[in-house]
């Protein structure tokens, strides 16, 4: 850990998960942590012995190394539907994102999808990195939105690829703003990352994370 993934206080970020997480659940949990060498990767696995989608308790983190640096993979986050909108997950994120900045790790990816999570990861900055993705979206915009609706959904698309022809930053962000993009969205499935060396992307994110 001192070698690998310098700074990174594990203990502080586990037990921030503990304090929060726990009291919102009565069902056993399971604690796990994974850790090989080669390549460095570390595992945070918090999961309760839910049998019901609402009852689920779950936090699932991985730090992989590699040359270009650590990245963190947000594999899964959700907590039980009683106690979700009580801003609980922001205050996990807000010592995680501290943690992420102590060991300089490069990037956070995320498969946008479950859980309506391709809203939630959309608000929180992440950027679509596959167009084809995108363009998934935007079709299912344009099926379900009015002509006047959907006219700045596709300013944005456009605006976005004639500037950056084949970009892998979309701003999902932008899309997220809009009222009624908020259902589709929610009903996307996307893959996105927010690039933490990227001043824009990072800000979103910090935004998001520290807005009360």
Known sequence: MKTEFQNFNLV????????????TTSLAITRTIYYQDKPPKLR???????????????F?????????GVEVNHSY??????????????????????????MGAKKINV????????HVWARHGFVAVD????????????????TAEFAPVKHIF???????PGGKAFPMILWAKIDF???????????????????EQFTNFMEYVFRK
């Open 12 to 23: 502080k970020l586990l037990e921030e998960v503990e304090t929060t997480f726990t009291p």
């Open 131 to 146: 167009p084809a993705e995108v363009k998934v979206i935007l079709d299912e915009a344009k099926r379900r939105l009015k």
């Open 44 to 58: 945070i696995l918090y999961i309760n012995d839910y049998t019901k989608d609402e009852e689920a308790l779950i």
């Open 60 to 68: 699932d983190r991985e730090f992989v190394k590699s040359v270009k």
């Open 181 to 199: 993009m908020k259902e589709i969205l929610r009903g996307s499935d996307w893959h996105g990352e927010v690039d933490l060396k990227n001043k």
């Open 77 to 102: 986050c959700v907590i039980p539907e009683t106690h979700q909108k009580k801003g609980l997950v922001k205050k996990v994120f807000q010592v995680s994102l501290q943690e992420y900045v102590n």
């Open 111 to 118: 498969h946008a999808g479950l859980s309506g999570g391709g």
């Open 158 to 164: 456009d605006k976005y690829y004639t500037d950056y």
